[in-house]
């Protein structure tokens, strides 16, 4: 659409001006679930910045599990949010940051169930994190 030389506005907040880094996370509304969701393993470090985020992702210093955690995270995040913008666009029913989060949560818990580790295993303990920090 930019190219276009048409600008859209956010359909989550109503920014005149949606772009890739309002939507994922200067958007007040990605932002919070971001923050909701991830709050344990994000620390001080949640930035609406899109590169930010994108750097502290790709930094390490972290242990295994929350590496693992933060990147499913983080693509779970972007997906429903992804996917709420694109229902709101097509006039679907729009869903409260509070449930998009609910969601993500929960998506991101099947997954670690559906990895099917037993035990002895490294990450056997993933699920463990995962509910400690939501």
Known sequence: MRSWEKTQSCMLCGEPDETQDHLHFACPYSFTGWLRVGGGLLADEASPDWMDTLN????GGRNLMDQILLCMMFQTTVYYLWQERNTRRHEGPWIPHEQTSRLIIKSV???I???GYRFPHKLTCLLRKWIEVT
Do not use: A, P, V
Request: aromatic letters at 20%; charged letters at 20%; hydrophobic letters at 50%.
């Open 109 to 111: 818990k099947n997954r």
């Open 56 to 59: 502290f992702l790709h930094l």
């Open 113 to 115: 169930f559906s990895l």
